[in-house]
Each structure stands twice: as C-alpha cells, then as structure tokens.
C-alpha cells in the first residue's frame, strides 16, 4: 500500500498529465507496451477457457479420427482400442470443454474409478509421446474453433 501512496503522492504536484487520459481501443488506459502485456495474457486466458461442446460431439470427433465406428468407444466391450478412445474423449472433453470425469463417465456407460484410471494412463502417455499429444491438442484445437466460450459464473 505505501508504494501506491507514494505513486499518488508524487502525482499531485505533477497536474494534469495527459498520458492518464489516453484511451486505447476504447478499452485500456495505459501505454502501448501495457496494452501488449494486457494483450498477451488475454489471449492466453482464452486459448484455456473451455468452450460449449456435448460429450457426444467429442466423442464424434474421436471416432472420426480412428477412422471406427461410434460403437466401438460407446458399446460395453473391453477392447483395447475402444478403452483406449474412450480415454481419449474424456480428455479432450476435459481439455475443450471443461468436462468433467463423472460426466465423461457416465456419458461413455463406464465407472469413474476405470476413467480416472484410463485417463492417467493416457497422460502418463502424453508426456512420452510427443506425436500422441500433437495429435490431441490439433485435435481440441479443431473442436474449439468457432464455438462459444463457456463462462463460469461467480457467487458474488
């Protein structure tokens, strides 16, 4: 607090100064290297912010990809492939939307302790596998264009 003081201290024997004044984009007060910065971090913020997309739209996408049917990630087998795509859309779903796990789960007919278990490995995956992650994240970058981001509400 005593640096602000201090700031505004300084400032009261300076009068009016127009650099104060100057709005930029009809949005930011502040210079042009504050506005970059400002810039910059909102466009990180928005690349993260999850987007509104169904888990059946994800899970589309997946099976689209793998070149399978939607069967194959959705029917009650074991299979190793369709495990396999099921941890696939419970990430990306995650990753583009904001999805939950429960909600991945229950939308795939599958227990959450066996999803949570699948995704881990998946991640686990990803950090060896520099192709696989390529691959997912052009993917959530696909599902994300041109949809709307998904706000969360604060309790005010």
């Given at each position: 607090m005593r640096p602000y003081r201090q700031f505004i201290g300084d400032?009261?024997?300076?009068?009016h100064r127009q650099e104060?004044?100057?709005?930029k984009e009809q949005q930011y007060l502040g210079d042009d290297g504050f506005v970059e910065v400002v810039h910059q971090t909102v466009d990180e913020q928005e690349e993260s912010r999850p987007v509104k997309i169904a888990m059946g739209d994800v899970v589309q996408e997946i099976v689209r990809g793998a070149g399978v049917s939607d069967n194959v990630v959705l029917n009650k087998g074991r299979g190793r492939i369709g495990s396999r795509l099921?941890?696939?859309?419970?990430?990306?779903?995650?990753?583009?939307?904001?999805i939950s796990l429960t909600e991945a789960a229950k939308y795939l007919g599958?227990?959450?302790s066996t999803m949570s278990?699948?995704?881990?490995?998946?991640?686990d995956e990803l950090g060896s596998d520099g192709e696989q992650r390529k691959r997912l994240d052009?993917?959530?970058d696909r599902l994300r264009q041109g949809r709307r981001r998904k706000y969360q509400l604060s309790k005010a």
């Open positions: 400032g009261m024997t300076d009068g104060y004044y100057e709005v099921r941890a696939e859309a419970a990430y990306v779903g995650r990753e583009v939307g904001g599958r227990d959450l278990l699948a995704l881990k490995r998946l991640e052009r993917l959530c």
